[in-house]
């Protein structure tokens, strides 16, 4: 077997606050994996933010998946917040051999799908609860045998909250040099030790003891391992040695470092593929350390 086999057939989620790049991240290391050999299929699972699609090198963003689904339940679809109705999203286990064009962009064993997006929907539109669903329940089949899943989610930790890290088996924090970063890795390590642990989700808004009995089913059944932090945007061994000596406080040793590239800054500017020489090399090491832990 491959020495990267171990990412085979999993889900990898990245989060981070805003503006931390982990869009930078997710489209760095789904060029690593491509380059070794594996297909990859990048969830955009940011309601908000726009422009993966051509971080990935691709002229146009496929169409969204919450329009496959029916659209949200608020605005009389199909879809519902994971919070108020855990209840599994029908149909959202997909054979690509058998999934509308439309719905997804494909290159060279790259593959993009996009939850949805919220911009455009309107005044009383602006709850993504839905989008969320579809991140924690999206399983692509038909893809290929040695296929590795990236999840770019939402900024901050709402999403993490509504559960969707429960189908993810490991999760990458993006900490640039900000406190507020420093805190949300700490804050995602403890709610993946607190699920890892047997802790349950509130229910107290559950009216049904069928909805109770799924949310805590889904919680005891989670398949999330461990999180892992890479450091990004860092100027100076300074920067860096402040931030290793901040999350070490809190017990968290990261696995790589993305330093400051200049040409990731312009590709994002210039709506071109981010694939920067020296953040190129600074993440095949970090997929390096991730495989040493994972095979540990």
């Given at each position: 077997?491959?020495?990267?086999?171990?990412?085979?057939?999993?889900?990898?989620?990245v989060?981070?606050?805003?503006?931390?790049?982990?869009s930078?991240?997710?489209?760095?290391?789904?060029?690593?994996?491509?380059?070794?050999?594996?297909?990859?299929?990048?969830?955009?699972a940011?309601?908000t933010?726009?422009?993966?699609?051509?971080?990935?090198?691709?002229?146009?963003?496929?169409a969204?998946?919450?329009?496959?689904?029916?659209?949200?339940?608020?605005?009389?679809?199909?879809?519902?917040?994971?919070?108020?109705?855990p209840t599994?999203?029908?149909?959202?286990?997909?054979?690509?051999?058998?999934?509308?064009?439309?719905?997804?962009?494909?290159?060279?064993?790259?593959?993009l799908?996009?939850?949805?997006?919220?911009?455009?929907?309107?005044?009383?539109?602006?709850?993504?609860?839905?989008?969320?669903?579809?991140?924690?329940?999206?399983?692509?089949?038909?893809?290929?045998?040695?296929?590795?899943?990236?999840?770019?989610?939402?900024?901050?930790?709402?999403?993490?909250?509504?559960?969707?890290?429960?189908?993810?088996?490991?999760?990458?924090?993006?900490?640039?040099?900000?406190?507020?970063?420093?805190?949300?890795?700490?804050?995602?390590?403890?709610?993946?030790?607190?699920?890892?642990?047997?802790?349950?989700?509130?229910?107290?808004?559950?009216?049904?003891?069928?909805?109770?009995?799924k949310?805590?089913?889904?919680?005891?059944?989670?398949?999330?391992?461990?999180?892992?932090?890479?450091?990004?945007k860092?100027k100076?061994?300074?920067?860096?040695?402040?931030?290793?000596?901040?999350?070490?406080?809190?017990?968290?040793?990261?696995?790589?470092?993305?330093?400051?590239?200049?040409?990731?800054?312009?590709?994002?500017?210039?709506?071109?593929?981010?694939?920067?020489?020296?953040?190129?090399?600074?993440?095949?090491?970090?997929?390096?350390?991730?495989?040493?832990?994972?095979?540990?």
């Amino acid at each position: 077997m491959s020495k990267f086999g171990t990412f085979e057939n999993k889900r990898i989620g990245v989060l981070g606050k805003g503006g931390s790049g982990k869009s930078t991240i997710t489209a760095l290391m789904a060029h690593a994996f491509t380059n070794r050999g594996f297909e990859v299929c990048v969830l955009d699972a940011d309601s908000t933010n726009v422009g993966l699609h051509t971080a990935l090198g691709f002229e146009e963003s496929p169409a969204s998946l919450i329009e496959y689904f029916g659209g949200t339940d608020f605005a009389g679809g199909s879809v519902s917040c994971p919070v108020d109705d855990p209840t599994p999203l029908p149909g959202a286990e997909i054979d690509l051999r058998k999934f509308p064009h439309r719905y997804y962009s494909e290159d060279d064993g790259l593959f993009l799908f996009v939850a949805g997006k919220i911009g455009d929907k309107g005044p009383g539109a602006g709850c993504d609860g839905p989008i969320s669903k579809i991140t924690r329940d999206l399983r692509v089949n038909g893809v290929g045998d040695r296929c590795v899943t990236l999840i770019d989610v939402k900024a901050g930790l709402e999403d993490a909250a509504r559960g969707i890290i429960t189908s993810m088996d490991w999760i990458i924090l993006v900490v640039d040099p900000n406190m507020a970063s420093i805190q949300l890795a700490e804050d995602t390590g403890k709610l993946i030790r607190g699920i890892k642990a047997g802790h349950l989700p509130a229910t107290e808004h559950l009216d049904d003891p069928g909805l109770v009995e799924k949310a805590n089913r889904i919680y005891r059944e989670a398949r999330t391992r461990e999180s892992f932090v890479i450091l990004n945007k860092i100027k100076s061994e300074m920067i860096e040695s402040h931030l290793r000596k901040e999350l070490e406080k809190r017990g968290i040793e990261p696995i790589g470092t993305v330093h400051e590239d200049l040409s990731v800054s312009s590709s994002w500017l210039e709506g071109t593929s981010v694939e920067g020489t020296n953040a190129k090399q600074d993440i095949e090491h970090a997929v390096k350390r991730l495989t040493e832990r994972f095979d540990q």
